[in-house]
Structure formats: C-alpha cells, structure tokens
C-alpha cells in the first residue's frame, strides 16, 4: 500500500490566520495612527517654509496664557509620578539545598513505611502505590529526626530543622547580595503548620541581631500558597516605607508533622512532602533597579475559603487513633481548578494581549446570547508568558494545569523536574522552579514569568515577574551538581 502523507495545509492556513489576526489587534494603535502622522507629514511639507512661519508669526501668546499653561503641565505631571505605585524589585534569592544524609530513596521510605505499619499492610500498599505515580525521584531529602525508627518529631528536633534550613538560605543570599543584617527593615517568614513561640521571625531577628526598629511578620496556617501571599505582603509593606529592603523566608517543616497513623488520606502528605525553603530580597531603591533579577509586575489573590467543601478539603485534624495529620479531599483537584478559574478570570485582563481578550469576549457574548453550549474559549497564556512556574504540590496538580491551560512539555519542565529532585516543598517550590530556568540559561531580558500556587483555605495564588537583565547561568545554587542531567524521563508509573 503506498504510504499516506498527512494533510497539513489546513491546520498551516489555520495558523497563519491566527498569527495575523493577534498582530493586527495587538498592533491596531500603530495601524490607525501611522496614516493619520504620514497625512500630517506630507501636508505639512505642501504648505512651504515661507507659509508656516507666517502662521507662527500670526499667533499671539499672552505671557500669562503660558505661564499658567506650563503650571498646569507641571502640577499634572507632579501628581502623577508621586501617585504612581513604588516598583518592587527582586534583588535575588537562594534556595535550600539538603545534605545527602538527608536524602531518602524509594527503598528506604518503604522500608521505614513496613516497620512502622507493620500492622497493616493495606496502607504500606497504599503508600507503595502513591510513590509509583508521584513523580518523585530518588534524591528528595527528609530532616533528621524523620530517619529514625520510629520517627522522633519533638520540639527541639522541628527548631533544629528550621535553624538548618532558614540559616543556610539566609546566610547563601547575605553572600550572593552583600547584604548585611542591618540593612533588613522587613522581615516577613510563611511557615504553615510549625508555629512555635517564640515565632520563627524572632529566631531570625535573634541569630542575625537585626534592628530593634524592623518590621517583622510571622504567617502561618496558610498552606503552599503563602510565599506569594508573603510576597504580596512585602509589596504593600514597601509602598509605605520608602528606600527599604524586605527579607521574605519561605518554608515548611515537616518534622513536627510526619503522620504516624494508618489513614489513607492522611498517609499522601507523607509521600509527597520534603525538606526545602527559600530566602527572597525584595527591594523598591531606585538604584537597585539595574542590578535586580526581576520586577513585580502584578500578585493576584483568589480565597475560596467561603465554600464548606474548599475550606475542608486541605484540613489538619486527629484520626481515629488521636493521631493528627493533614487530611486531603477527593475533591481537591476539583476545587482547585475552580479556583483556578477565579484568579485566572482576574489575571486574564492584566497581561493577556488584546488579541486574546477580544477573542474571549466575542466568544462570552456568544455563549449569553446565542447558544450557551458553545465551548467557552481558553485564553493563550502562552501569548503573555515566556515561562510558567507552577507549584509543584504533585504529578496530578501540574498534569491538570498543563492540560487546562494548553501548555507544552517544555513550559512544565521547570515544574516537573523540581517535583523529581526536590519533591513537594510547599510554599518554596516556585523559587526551586525560577532557579531551574535559571541553571539552564532560558531566563532572558524582557521574560515574563508567571508563578502559581494553591494552598488550604482553600486558595490560588499568583504572581507575575518581568526580567530586568538577561540571567548568566548561576554557577551555584540548588541544581549545581545536577542541571546537565535533567531534563529526566518521568514514567507514568515507577515499579518498585
């Protein structure tokens, strides 16, 4: 049989119609005012020299006229760059890297798993499977007292993991920026389920002697989405308090809370969580501007906390044994993609090109007025982003959003890959992803980079970057032994 040779002459014509009509739209402003400058231009050069200056000469201006005329510019101009919002600039930012010691393979968490359930089989099952499908790799890492059998998550332990993993990023970003204790007028950490007291922002203060006058902030009880919410809490901060610097620390300790029971849906943090964390300078001096990684363009906040189902379906609470432990809904992912629908509704109309927003418009007009079973259109976020970081809380969360927002293998790269090395690290996930693009060398002048979380509350958070400078690739960092080896192959199922 001779072979078939696919027809694409449709889908290039289809492409090509699409191309045209985003440059027409995006660019209709040029289209309209360069004839109406090349009319001006040509009758401008038939009326003759001798003509204008005539017409100049024939003006009259009254001194006072011009005087209260520039007045008025000036006053106007003044008011606005004084009610014009301060930039938020990202100077730069570490990520935690955990020791080997700490690294658990498949082997050992399932050995551990078979002792410590060793009356019931049904949930070591259970666990095995869950690891199979997780998209972890061999080389996430769990705290100290977590290796122990039985684990021994006490107080002292949880403090010691906090020192190791806030103090390490802390003092890699002091290096990386030059920035000393004294110069930190806010300091905000987003610790959610470890909140002892004295608070984590005081053990900084503390270890670092900051200034008796800084600003402190401690958040916690707000899930994986908090850093972002840190982020947002830092940019107000900075509007108010000029020529400032922010200190953000982003974490989660997971000794306190490793799941000692059998419940099935209190064992997945379990098998998803691991140990990381991440320092962030944020800055709004002038001069900060030319040697900063990135600018806050927008944060955008959705709480679906209103709803029963989404403020339960995250929730810590005693098994049947007394025995506490994050519980996570069947109907996560439903939530939150509804969530996601929110924010992205907001966001949209912020940084989505003209081309994309009128085709969502013609397409909602519609859907009211003709037939509502038209499928609605989904915007291309492809058009207003060069990179996407979106949390890595699990295989199913970044399948969904992939498939939702139509974006290819390469734009989850980032995300993936932060899954199989590091593992979920809650609220520092974005900034091991950022620094991922980094290691290989995408990050150029000019990149829009859109981060998206998701937290108890139920919550979807995002934040958009744009790119100050194009980014050198960092010879240090959390992928510097191991960037020339990933992109890796992920399989849909691990056989262990």
């Not at 930039?87 to 935690?96: E, H, I």
């Amino acid at each position: 049989m001779p072979e078939v040779v696919p027809n694409f002459s449709n889908s290039v014509k289809l492409k090509y119609v699409k191309l045209g009509y985003q440059y027409l739209v995006n660019h209709i402003l040029t289209f309209l005012l360069v004839p109406i400058i090349i009319g001006v231009t040509i009758e401008v050069l038939r009326i003759g020299p001798e003509e204008l200056l005539n017409i100049w000469n024939s003006l009259h201006f009254d001194v006072l006229q011009i005087l209260c005329s520039s007045f008025l510019i000036i006053s106007i101009a003044t008011v606005y760059f004084m009610s014009k919002p301060r930039s938020t600039y990202l100077v730069d930012y570490s990520c935690y890297k955990p020791p080997v010691t700490c690294r658990v393979p498949f082997s050992t968490f399932m050995e551990h798993s078979r002792l410590i359930l060793k009356d019931n089989p049904k949930s070591v099952e259970f666990q095995l499977r869950i690891l199979e499908r997780s998209g972890l790799g061999e080389e996430t890492c769990l705290p100290s007292p977590i290796h122990y059998i039985p684990p021994t998550p006490t107080m002292e332990g949880a403090r010691g993991e906090a020192e190791e993993v806030i103090f390490t990023a802390i003092d890699e970003l002091m290096n990386k920026t030059g920035l000393k204790p004294k110069d930190i007028d806010i300091l905000i950490v987003n610790c959610s389920l470890f909140s002892p007291t004295p608070s984590l922002s005081a053990m900084v203060v503390n270890k670092y002697k900051l200034r008796s006058n800084i600003k402190s902030y401690n958040l916690s009880g707000m899930g994986c989405s908090a850093g972002l919410i840190s982020i947002d809490l830092a940019r107000d901060l900075l509007q108010v308090h000029p020529n400032s610097y922010a200190l953000v620390i982003s974490t989660e300790i997971i000794t306190p809370n490793y799941y000692k029971g059998s419940e099935r849906a209190m064992l997945l943090p379990n098998c998803l969580f691991r140990m990381g964390g991440a320092a962030v300078l944020l800055s709004n001096k002038r001069r900060d501007q030319y040697r900063a990684k990135y600018r806050l363009m927008h944060v955008v906040r959705t709480h679906k906390g209103a709803d029963d189902k989404a403020f339960k379906c995250v929730f810590e609470q005693e098994d049947p044994q007394g025995k506490v432990g994050i519980n996570l809904s069947k109907d996560l992912m439903v939530i939150a993609g509804e969530a996601l629908k929110s924010n992205i509704t907001t966001i949209g109309p912020l940084v989505l090109p003209a081309s994309e927003q009128l085709l969502f418009l013609l397409t909602l007009i519609g859907r009211k007025i003709f037939n509502h079973k038209w499928k609605p259109y989904i915007p291309d976020f492809k058009q207003a982003f060069e990179h996407f970081c979106i949390h890595a809380g699990g295989r199913a969360v970044i399948d969904e959003l992939q498939k939702n927002l139509q974006l290819s293998g390469e734009h989850v790269e980032a995300s993936r890959m932060t899954l199989h090395r590091f593992g979920n690290t809650s609220s520092s996930s974005l900034w091991y992803e950022m620094s991922y693009i980094e290691a290989k060398g995408r990050m150029k002048r000019g990149d829009r980079v859109w981060q998206i979380a998701f937290g108890s509350g139920f919550k979807c958070n995002s934040a958009v970057w744009k790119c100050n400078r194009t980014i050198k690739t960092p010879t240090d960092g959390p992928w510097q032994d191991c960037i020339d080896k990933y992109p890796v192959h992920i399989p849909e199922i691990v056989k262990l």
